[in-house]
């Protein structure tokens, strides 16, 4: 759903406008049945014959649907061989989400712009030349320069047209009822969960434990929720430091979602860090998952209370201040209102007065 300049490759031999194969646009999409939030690549493609030539306001329409999210737009081009023509390829390709259940009809699409003509100039006669100077009109003969633009160039002609794509039909399944678990919070995709921790040895009670939850695979990162914890007794929890790191490689679908969370244990002895999982609808197997990561057992040595109390607030990143005795600044007795009028709007509008 957006419009942009099509990147084409200059032509510079003339070319018939009265051929309408010339350019081709078509619409497709990797798949037509799909989950709520499940991706899917459209691709754009436009064709267009080797001896065709676009003006440089040529662009591209993508399809516009409210109930698809669009991301991660690229073109790609190649050169393939039609009916024993060849064509320049121009895809533009588009990760979709659906956003909610139904049956839906994706595009058109459209291309526009003009389509470029050489005009042949006939050589004037109407100026003599002297010996031995070259004919000025030559320079404008059937011949293109390098520049099809510059004033070397012989004049063309610029044809409007816009194209418009096919329509593809796609039918969108709202996630199954059935065995769906009560934890689970609208993650879809292919997923893997890892949990790494930050320094477990020669742990005192008090000291700060970082989990580093990651999410990673194929699917809508911003929609991956955050990976729960489990059995948390015995610790004090703070709230997740987010982040999101998409596939670098060309049209990869996905990435992966970091969540660090820091947690610290308030007792000692020999504990159990807490389980971390995460529900997930697989769009491979189509059905529910659990990925669940079981926490290490650790050795917790004890502390003072005071320390322990020192650190609690040293890793809220707050500093307890020492304890003063109250002073008392100020006695008086206050009235009590208990009409509601006084609570009432006055009447009129307000006046000021000055006295000079």
Do not use: W
Request: net charge neutral.
């Amino acid at each position: 759903n957006a419009s942009a300049n099509l990147n084409v490759s200059p032509q510079y031999a003339p070319q018939d406008t009265s051929d309408k194969e010339g350019l081709k646009v078509e619409l497709k999409l990797d798949k037509t049945e799909l989950f709520v939030d499940e991706p899917v690549v459209m691709r754009f493609t436009i064709y267009r014959r080797g001896d065709v030539r676009l003006g440089r306001d040529t662009g591209y329409d993508l399809p516009k649907n409210p109930d698809f999210i669009s991301e991660k737009e690229e073109q790609a081009k190649d050169v393939v061989t039609l009916n024993g023509v060849q064509y320049e390829k121009i895809e533009v390709r588009t990760v979709l989400y659906p956003s909610r259940p139904g049956e839906y009809e994706i595009g058109p699409g459209f291309l526009s712009g003009k389509v470029l003509t050489p005009i042949k100039r006939q050589q004037s006669r109407r100026h003599s030349r002297l010996p031995g100077m070259p004919d000025i009109d030559s320079f404008f003969d059937d011949s293109f320069s390098d520049d099809p633009f510059s004033m070397f160039s012989p004049q063309v002609q610029a044809t409007p047209f816009k194209l418009k794509s096919n329509t593809v039909k796609v039918k969108v399944n709202p996630l199954p009822e059935a065995g769906k678990p009560a934890g689970f919070s609208g993650t879809v995709g292919n997923y893997r969960l890892s949990v790494e921790y930050s320094n477990l040895q020669n742990l005192k009670k008090g000291d700060s434990i970082t989990l580093t939850m990651t999410v990673s695979g194929a699917g809508h990162l911003t929609t991956i929720s955050e990976p729960q914890l489990k059995n948390t007794e015995g610790f004090r929890a703070f709230e997740s430091e987010v982040s999101l790191v998409p596939f670098s490689e060309s049209m990869s679908i996905g990435g992966k979602k970091v969540f660090k969370k820091i947690i610290i244990p308030e007792k000692a002895g020999s504990i159990r860090l807490p389980d971390v999982e995460l529900q997930v609808f697989d769009t491979l197997s189509r059905q529910y998952t659990l990925l669940k990561k079981e926490g290490p057992s650790i050795n917790i040595a004890d502390v003072k209370e005071s320390d322990f109390t020192q650190k609690v607030f040293d890793a809220e990143g707050v500093a307890p201040k020492p304890k003063e005795k109250l002073k008392i600044l100020h006695q008086d007795i206050i009235y009590i209102h208990t009409s509601r009028d006084i609570l009432k709007p006055s009447k009129g509008p307000l006046s000021l007065f000055c006295f000079l």
